[in-house]
């Protein structure tokens, strides 16, 4: 018969850090979020957009979104 072991405790979680630290290679900062504006179309508009890479080349230039 087999068995599982479940490891439980109350470790806390380690703290959330703005860096990337590189063992032997030094630290790296994370960027920074900053808002987007999305293009405003209106509700239920169809529109063209341009396909690209391999999948474009396989199937033509252009797809239909909303």
Known sequence: ????KIVTGT???PAAKN????KG?????Y???TDEKTPSIGEGTMFK??????GAAERG??????
Not at 49 to 54: A, E, H, I, S, W
């Open 49 to 54: 957009g341009k396909k690209r890479g391999m």
């Open 31 to 33: 960027a920074k979020t």
């Open 61 to 66: 230039g252009k797809y239909s979104s909303c």
């Open 1 to 4: 018969m087999s068995s599982v």
């Open 11 to 13: 470790v806390e979680a």
């Open 25 to 29: 290679q030094g630290k790296i900062p």
């Open 19 to 22: 860096y990337a630290d590189i």
